[in-house]
């Protein structure tokens, strides 16, 4: 399966991370999550490269990027935030804030891209998230066994690394209907060696759950500051069948934003794009026209 070609920007830590730029015009970023990588948009690129810019990176260790092991790179989330800010500051300097953002995100990606906006909410024109979270565990919620497995145990950990069991166990049940294989490849493609298997590892222990956990204080200050986004046009396009982002995450967040635009799927899962990829396209591309300037 054909994908663009990535380009690399060396950030001021050593580290050189992947990107796709293709297209031009307003800009759209996507930020992916853990354990997918910029493929996980390959539609959205294809879909929008000829209106508009499409900006998607890899996360540090992901994707095309490159692959430090632990101890020579903080695998931890507001690092992310830091390298998306580092990039876009590169990439975008010439256009921000006159040329407003679309900012899309997915899973990991919500923290790490609400983040951003709420550092930068003069570059965001309209947010678009997807089967996310930023904030802390909602009351009465666990972690998914299969997520804690792997970061609290070391089987789990094992099972992850030597096995790729959390990537493949995500390409099979983070879908509802039946994948094109070569489309399941691709999703998994990045991850043959332990490397890359580690940074997708890291991602699960950086999950914050616990006043004592780091970054915990962080998911609180973005839950708290969530509010300063609501002038910003949303739209919530939500796989309602996510057994992770469930459909108590999706009312939580038409909760804090009232006026965004709900789309919940009752027949996609937490890969929605992949679920649903015609009607998320258009959905997104009906949004964006919705809210531009006239």
Known sequence: MTFPKSRFFRHKHGWRQAYID????????????????????HRI???????????VPDHIGMGRSDAPRPGQYDFHFEQRVDDLD??????????????????VVHDWGGIIGLRYALRHPERIGRLVVL????????KGKQLPWQIALVRNSKIGAWACTQWNAFALGAAWF???????????????????????????LEFVRDIPLHALDRGYSELVQTEQQLKRLKDKPMLLLWGLRDFVFDADYYHEFARRFPDARKVPLSDAGHYVLFDQPERCTQEIRDFIAQTSPA
């Open 45 to 55: 690129i294809r879909e929008f490269a000829a209106t508009h810019r499409v900006i």
């Open 174 to 200: 983070g879908v509802v209907r039946p994948q094109n294989p070569e489309l399941r490849k691709a999703l998994l493609e990045p991850y043959k060696d332990a490397d890359r298997r580690r940074t997708i």
């Open 131 to 138: 089967n996310t979270a930023a904030f802390p565990l909602l």
């Open 22 to 41: 293709v297209g031009q015009g307003a800009p759209v970023v996507c930020v992916h999550g853990n354990p997918s990588w910029s493929f996980y948009f």
């Open 86 to 103: 580092a990039l876009l500051g590169e990439l975008l300097s010439d256009e921000l804030p006159d040329q407003k953002i679309t900012l």
